[in-house]
């Protein structure tokens, strides 16, 4: 009998972070780091798992979202599939009627990309290798059929992104070992979250510096005094040589980023993340051509690779941040590290959350193994929460990420975190105060 | 007792537009045209009418989204949020765990604009007036009011939309009676849908030119030697004076555009719509610049008002499609509105599918009287299906839009229809042959 996608087992999973202000920031107060979370299963018996990443409300949406997916992908033949991930990509994106939803961006896509990436967690499980071994092994030309290039042959063709895997193949077996031996380079955020208060930022700071941190992130953009302050107090914390980076996440227009990052700027920084709408290619380049050479980052909350595209080709941003969870999963994610590649600029993850540190660190891992060749100026964002949940957590140590060892994306979580979370029968959300709650509602 | 929000009622209303190919383009083989239809109730009796459009499949995800703005909603004092749309507008916009699943596009941002747009029926029907008219009513600073300036202020601030708006108002009262005695200009999509054959397409044309159109669109972009010989044949019908666009519907890379387009410019183009990503600012403004004097248009899958922002300023697009159900409604329309005319950009509404033409309409006619000032260059997208469904339908006669004179949006499908092509319950759903597909599937 042949090998079928059989059904999608969808779930709800929220965690209560909005308790302790873990994760605020000047777009985000509140949030409850969630997911909807996907099984898809195997007529063999075995799943692979992907998310959607939300922050609470409405992770119902994303839901059903991924239920609308699940028809396009129940009764395919399993090995056809992993045999042609470029094409069960198209499969998906391509569907027009749940294209229309997006187009590429927003719930709809976001949720293709959990299914896609829940695909490439069954491959990397079959395959019996950690997600980013796998792939840092394909193929040049298997990695280039895996990306869809239309709207991209006006910055990367395929023949120029074969040609820059092929440059990076010589020494894939050298730094294979390296990412072994020594792991990959983080950052922090854990330190600076702004509903934190100066004391436990200073002493979180402390804390990541005495854990081998060389890089802390501060959140800014709700009271540009406030900033400066805090600013001002992590420089003497992590001395000169110490890197800040800063965090508007989208709070400013663009004349206010100049303005806010020119105050900010004596503190000295190195890059300025979201400082405006993550849809504003031009925006983005009048602000990094304003504050250089402090550069400008963005792309957790890019929508797809034609935002990237135009990000990167107008070299609007310097540091390019990836999101596991944002576009349609590995294959675009792909494409915007061959982007990145190709113009020359750094990508530095976004993580935190639940679970995106967990899946992200696999892409990384694979750029430096077989696509940049290096981790100079490279980091993954670093947030300690929620760890615990996974089933394959991230193992961080003296400021480093280390390489996953599992067969898999390191996407799964532990079935008891899913029973205990699960929104809203789980028993977080069930204890008593809150059932008052609901009852007088 | 307060007047109150009460409950949405939220309704997947599907129309079976694919038996016939309507609608069908190079990207949307076989749209089934559908609303995600909401109404908002009040506690005193009335209630407000509006809908996410879709194509079919995944109108339950839209309808999910609407369902999570209820909480957002729900309680609220009627006339003090009528009072106050700006600030009704932030409040579901800027709700940061929603707001998260966009941001600000995608399925979350087109339910939130299906809520505003209800609520902006609600405030017409209660003024007694048509939606254009009450909006034109309205003075400059209660229009400026309406809209959130962020991520604007580096192309328009306030001054500037408010300066616009009182340099219109002298013309205010004569340009509303040449609207209600003449209408606004149409211009017609039903002859050129793609699956439609040659002949067909003739015929059309010819009915089309009899009803006194003179401005027709043909979709190209799945075969360019089809494209050619059509183009061809409907500018001997059309004669030198008659006007064609062509709609590519975002089929083309950006070389691939203006090779294409190079090819149908013997047949004298007016606009080519969507020739690329929707999201591809840099890409369209090549385009542009390539196929001058030739249009470029889009708009209609242009996610919100800060993509327009920079399709406006950097004169990539010369034509500005708004879509009465993309982008967060009425307030975020206005924003574009302002856009196009601080950079002289004609609007032409995309219109169709479902009810587009009967909210879209007034928002060209509020431009009119209170902004633009001319219909030059201006005409609202028309196509000749579903309007029966609703209570107050578009009436296009001598191909001009006539000045709707009922109270409200016009976006209230009759209750009969609801029932008969309610998904999956209605009875046109439920027919013996699909009951038979359902059962074997």
Same mark, same amino acid.
């Given at each position: ?20 202000? *873990? ?13 909807? /979370? ?21 992770? %119902? ?6 239920? =609308? ?84 042959? *006006? ?12 440059? =990076?193949? #010589? ?14 380079? =983080? ?8 509903? /934190? ?13 005495? *854990? ?12 540009? *005094? ?35 990052? =020119? ?10 993340? %979201? ?39 107008? !070299? ?32 530095? #993850? !976004? ?33 300690? !929460?929620?760890?615990? !949940?996974?089933?394959? #957590? ?6 480093? /990420? ?40």
């Amino acid at each position: 009998m042949a090998d079928r996608f059989t059904a999608f087992t969808v779930t709800d999973v929220r965690f209560p972070t909005s308790r302790e202000l *873990d994760g605020s920031d000047a777009m985000n107060a509140d949030p409850d780091y969630s997911a909807a /979370y996907v099984q898809v299963a195997t007529s063999a018996g075995d799943a692979g798992y992907g998310f959607v990443f939300t922050i609470g409300r409405g992770t %119902e949406v994303a839901v059903a979202a991924i239920r =609308a997916v699940e028809p396009l992908v129940v009764g395919l033949d399993v090995e056809a599939t992993l045999a042609d991930l470029g094409e069960f990509w198209k499969r998906l994106v391509h569907e027009s009627h749940l294209r229309w939803l997006g187009p590429e961006k927003g719930v709809m896509h976001m949720a293709i990309g959990a299914v896609v990436n829940a695909v490439w967690d069954l491959a990397a499980k079959r395959a019996g290798q950690p997600l980013w071994q796998l792939l840092a092994d394909l193929t040049p030309q298997q990695i280039v059929d895996l990306i869809d290039f239309r709207y991209l042959s *006006d910055a990367l063709t395929p023949d120029e992104a074969r040609q820059l895997l092929e440059a =990076a193949a #010589p020494g894939k077996e050298v730094r294979r070992k390296e990412l072994r031996e020594h792991g990959y380079p =983080a950052y922090t955020t854990s330190a600076g979250w702004l509903g /934190y208060s100066d004391a436990k930022v200073a002493r979180l700071v402390g804390e990541a510096l005495a *854990d081998g941190f060389t890089h802390v992130k501060l959140k800014v953009g709700a009271d540009i *005094d406030d900033d400066v302050r805090r600013c001002a107090m992590v420089r003497e914390l992590v001395g000169p040589d110490g890197l800040i980076s800063v965090d508007a996440n989208q709070r400013w227009d663009v004349a206010e980023a100049i303005e806010n990052v =020119a105050r900010l700027a004596p503190s000295g920084l190195y890059w300025v993340e %979201e400082p405006t709408s993550p849809d504003d290619v031009l925006g983005h380049g009048a602000i990094a051509q304003a504050i250089a050479p402090i550069k400008v980052a963005t792309g957790e909350n890019v929508a797809n690779r034609v935002i990237f595209k135009q990000l990167l080709a107008s !070299h609007a941003i310097q540091v390019a941040q990836i999101d596991a969870c944002r576009v349609a999963g590995v294959n675009e994610n792909i494409a915007i590290l061959l982007l990145a590649a190709k113009f020359g600029v750094p990508v530095c #993850p !976004h993580a935190g959350g639940v679970g995106l540190c967990e899946i992200v660190q696999h892409l990384s891992m694979f750029d430096f193994v077989a696509l940049s060749g290096t981790t100079q100026g490279r980091w993954i964002e670093y947030v300690d !929460h929620l760890h615990e !949940h996974f089933v394959d #957590p991230v193992r961080v140590q003296g400021g480093r /990420y280390l390489a996953p060892r599992q067969p898999g994306s390191s996407a799964e979580l532990r079935p008891t975190s899913v029973a205990e979370y699960r929104f809203p029968e789980g028993s977080t959300w069930q204890a008593p105060s809150l059932t008052l709650l609901k009852e007088e509602s």
